[in-house]
């Protein structure tokens, strides 16, 4: 990705899709009510940034940095979060 | 009860509530308040512990805190989160609704942490904010002007080291002079604040809130607060109004439940960047993301996982076996120096064999359960329990667990009772109370000279080589069926509930601390004093009835006497009589006069030193005692049950066996000692073997063979037999419903495995 895709043309993913190391930004939470609350309470709103730091050795869950703390969800919850790539690619982990 | 005692009951005193999210160090605040003057319980009705203490303010009145359980949020998502929110609300009758609040807020952490402060702000209640991990957040670049918080907050804001006793005394300063807060509204948009004062004329003409609270009262039933939903049941008129607000705004593409947090969060960010001055370049979470580059690294976290998980099994299946060996014996020591002076008979054998060994049957458990806790809380304090639940959560998760599942398993292995109890650590109730199901099938070590007396005993002399591997792997077989059987059983939990009741795994990674060992000895004597008074109790009286059923009724006298000549004829033919009679012709008649003779020819010999003597009385001795627990109820049981269990490949003697085992799984091994009147010592394995080996059955087949020994392992791996772990379950499921649908499952498949082992043994095999 040489020259930056403007947002509307960027396909929305989830976050179970992001790579480590990659930056993104939540565009909604769907799901049933209950666990679309307790991810968003736990400040996955629009609009956040998420950094995906790993995924654990078996695979699964996935740990990520939103709103300078350390969350992990597993694949079935991630698959809830709808995002997009940041526009300027991946980030280097600890820079804000 | 002293007159002041009476005079400061809970109605007069303030009654303070300490709120905030897991990991906040919330405990630590609550220990540093109250010191040693804290009381812990359950709530009525939930496995939720109720911790309430007592302290002074600062203008010397005293005060009730209730430690709440760490919550993210007050529309609750698990018991403890219900119980918080419960007691915040006051809708709980056994917690008087606080007088005021003390949130405890992460300071290094201070955006999430302030969505439970958002919602604590619209109670109507005096809170206090305790500005915890001030130090932490420092060192992090992370620097709260806590007088400009407060500002943004409309609250005190008392910075706190909580570790340290700094700003303790400011605390108890700022509640006693806090005032409910202003009530707010968060910047919602314009549809939603819409939609809730339409509502509010209704709420306040039903008098469900006062006006200041109305507006927010009319936000929770439009974000659907199942609480306030409830309130509003009755009040039809203000029901229909609010589902047709909802609809409204569905229509208008305005999603209640969103813009609710979103505004909360938007207000969050402004007061964030107002009060925070971060001042280094990286993220406050630099250096806990490089620790964890490490310890969950695909081949380095995994070892150092192992290594952990190592010592801690290690920890406790060997190291605390002599401390529990040690307590064991010193128990029984006194039992004796108790019952030296006694005559023999029931009350003597009661202290000895009933209270004593009752008394040592819950105190065994204490050196396992106090190490596994100590593991257990410097795991959670240094923030490394929710890496080891990140580790193995793919694992398990396979199985309907959860990640925090592993710990209580593995402790399994060296026996359920610590390892049902730490499965405290699952905040999520339903697998939680899967792993408190299954834990009980790992193979702990009271099964293992179960284990280690039938396969030395029935699967040997295949050559010096493949003896040792054929042995090893029934052993590894047994441990194996016994994992299958949990996951088995996990899965066929979840499809009982369910696919929609997997509650979600959403797991806060909190930063590294070094843990404080005062907190870890407090976490560890606290949880070890709960098992001794509370599940404690309830094995001690199982025992002592185990130990009547196996002692009650006493052999006539008689009966004993026969058995005695029967059992002795050298020591019978050696002192007093003259000429012995041959043992055959010991019947009925001769009963009578043998009576006084044998019990003081066998003192007799065993006072004479006579080798030959002192043998041929225990050898009677053991006899006896063959003969009374057979007499006894538990051997009538064991008669009773052997229809049942002849099908599995059981005679009576396993039957007994297996009643008596109820106590404890190894008592198999000593009670199979007693039935084959070679004594109960361990160290005579050998001798129980070979009279197993040699036992016959009437008709002259042998008792036992590989095939019988195979249905029995199939049985202990299987089986719940074990009064501790009931009661432990009991405990800490809150009831009995529980603890009786685990021993008739596992008892049922246990019947079920050995039925099938033994029925289809015996037709391959002939």
Redesign the interface.
Known sequence: MNAPLPPSLIPPATLADIAAGERVTVVA?VG????????????L??G?EIDV??R??????I?L?V????????G??AALVMVQRAVRGPSQ???? | MSATAIASAPPTLRSIALAGNPNSGKTTLFNALTGLRQKVANYPGVTVEKKVGRCQLADGSLCTITDLPGTYSLIPQSPDETVAMEVLRGLRDDTPSPSAIIAVVDASNLARSLYLVSQLLELGVPLVIALNMTDIADRRGVGVDAARLSQELGVAVVPLVGNRRRGIPELLRALADASPPQPRSWSAAEALVRAGDQLVPGIIAAGMAPPALAAQLARRLLIGDAVAQGAALHQRELSTACAAARAELQQAGCDPLVEDIEARYRWIDQVVAASVRSSAAGAPTALTERVDAILVHRVWGLLIFTVIMASLFISIFIIAKPIMDALGDGISWLGDRCTSGMPEGALASLINDGVFKGVGGVVVFVPQIALLFLFLAALEDSGYLARAAFLMDRLLAKVGLHGKSFIPLLSSFACAIPGVMAARTIDRPRERLATILVAPFMSCSARLPVYTLLIGAFFSGYGPYRDGIIKGLIMLGCYVLGIVAAAVTSLGCRWLLGRKEVSPFILEMPSYKLPQVSEILRQMWSNTRQFLTKAGTTIFCLSVLLWALAYFPRLPVEREAAVRALAGPVHAAVPSPPVSAPPAAVAAGQVSSAVPDAPAASAASAASGDPAATAATAEADNAVAAEQLAYSWAGRLGHAIEPAIAPLGFDWKMGVGLVAAFAAREVFVSTMGIVYSVGEGGEDKQQIQDAMLKDRTPDGRPVWSPLVAASLLVWFVLAMQCISTFAVVRRETGGWRWPVFQLAYMNALAYLGSLVTYQVGIRLLG
């Open positions: 939470v049933p009510d209950q666990i679309r609350r307790r991810l968003m309470e736990m400040g709103c629009r956040v730091l790993r654990a050795p078996l695979g699964d869950p740990e940095r709103r300078g703390y350390l969350l992990s969800l597993r079935v919850q982990p600890a820079s804000v």
